[in-house]
């Protein structure tokens, strides 16, 4: 079974700071998934990697292979970015498992 | 409509009670995913419809679950004889392709389930 953890589970922020959330995952995967959900909202696909780096607006997503690890960052952190982010890994079939989510809370 | 959605979105049963929760995917979309997320945890695979046809149903806790998509559209998840631990999100995802975790998948609202 593919364990996903992820880190931190809680993390407050001041607006503008530089955020980092981290996933590890256990064994080989296909596609790592990394979501958002806003308190109240659905869930949202911000990023799909499978190597390398993806960048969109201030949110930028990285993930070693080798080392099983991917990093979603935040920079200029805002209030608005106040959300739950999930990482989700996929193997060779369509089935994905998911961590449990860190909490982002960006004070102004 | 243009995203995925769910209703109700929220459902309050006694115990014992049979609910339906109902999912209308994205048009077109091929495959379609049922999650139960518990409280302070992430979504938990339930079952996977390719079009119509159920191909994995392996993380249905028990046989009071029951899902269908019986013209590969719409879907409904039933649950009988409701229990507390019942009570969760219930997520539903689709993916405009068939299978593969390469593929992005859009999920809709959820139902949240309280069963008292």
């Known amino acids: 079974k593919n364990e996903v953890e992820q880190s931190p589970q809680n993390l407050t922020a001041q607006e503008g700071e530089f955020i980092t959330i981290n996933c590890s995952y256990s064994?080989?995967?296909?596609?790592l998934h990394w979501l958002q959900q806003h308190p109240g909202g659905g869930i949202v696909s911000l990023f799909m990697?499978?190597?390398g780096k993806k960048k969109h607006g201030r949110l930028i997503a990285t993930i070693n292979i080798q080392e099983k690890h991917s990093s979603l960052h935040i920079t200029a952190s805002h209030p608005r970015d106040s959300a739950v982010y999930t990482c989700?890994?996929?193997?060779?079939?369509?089935?994905?498992?998911f961590g449990k989510g860190t909490l982002l809370t960006v004070n102004p | 409509g243009a995203g995925v959605s769910q209703s109700p979105r929220y459902k309050v049963a006694k115990r014992g009670q049979d609910v339906a929760l109902r999912c209308d995917p994205i048009?077109?979309?091929?495959?379609l995913f049922w999650y139960q997320q518990a409280l302070g945890q992430g979504p938990e695979f339930l079952t996977y419809?390719?079009?119509?046809?159920?191909?994995?149903k392996s993380g249905l806790p028990s046989d009071r679950f029951f899902a269908e998509r019986p013209e590969g559209s719409v879907s409904t998840l039933k649950i009988q004889r409701t229990q507390q631990e019942d009570s969760a999100v219930y997520l539903c995802?689709?993916?405009?392709?068939?299978?593969?975790?390469?593929?992005?998948?859009?999920f809709g609202p959820g139902t949240r389930l309280t069963v008292t």
């Open positions: 995802a689709t993916q405009r392709l068939a299978g593969g975790a390469s593929y992005e998948q859009y």
């Open positions: 989700a890994v996929g193997g060779s079939n369509y089935k994905l498992t």
């Open positions: 048009s077109g979309h091929v495959s």
């Open positions: 419809f390719q079009n119509e046809a159920q191909l994995d």
């Open positions: 064994v080989g995967i296909s596609a």
């Open positions: 990697l499978s190597s």
